[in-house]
């Protein structure tokens, strides 16, 4: 079982930064690939960025690539997600989530948490 607390939200002025954490219970976080998404109301909850075990590879979706990126501390058991130049449209409720296996499919993750609010104002 792993539980999962994201923290870092806030409100923005477009073209800001946030960096976004995510802290994990339990001694197995390193056994986990971790990977941010975020959804809209209305929306399906859509990947972002995800990254291997110990960090060696990431992947991010179109939409984000060379803005934001994801990086993780093992021995605190964080998972971060770096965000820059953020627009309008970045504006999600971001969650962070826990696989076995690397993916970007929301449906192969495991463990999930509450969320954090993410506003850019134009």
């Known amino acids: 079982q792993v539980q999962l607390v994201e923290s870092g939200g806030g409100l923005v002025q477009a073209g800001g930064s946030l960096k976004l954490s995510c802290a994990a219970s339990?001694?197995?976080?390193?056994?986990?690939?971790m990977g941010w998404f975020r959804q809209t109301p209305g929306k399906e909850r859509e990947f972002v960025a995800r990254?291997?075990?110990?960090?060696?590879?990431?992947d991010y979706a179109d939409s984000v690539k060379g803005r934001f990126t994801i990086s993780r501390d093992n021995a605190k058991n964080t998972v971060y997600l770096q965000m820059n130049s953020l627009k309008p449209e970045d504006t999600a409720v971001y969650y962070c989530?826990?696989?076995?296996?690397?993916?970007?499919?929301?449906?192969?993750?495991?463990?999930w948490g509450q969320g954090t609010q993410v506003t850019v104002s134009s």
């Open positions: 339990g001694r197995t976080f390193s056994s986990y690939v």
């Open positions: 990254i291997s075990w110990r960090g060696a590879s990431t």
């Open positions: 989530a826990a696989a076995r296996e690397i993916t970007v499919k929301k449906s192969l993750y495991d463990y």
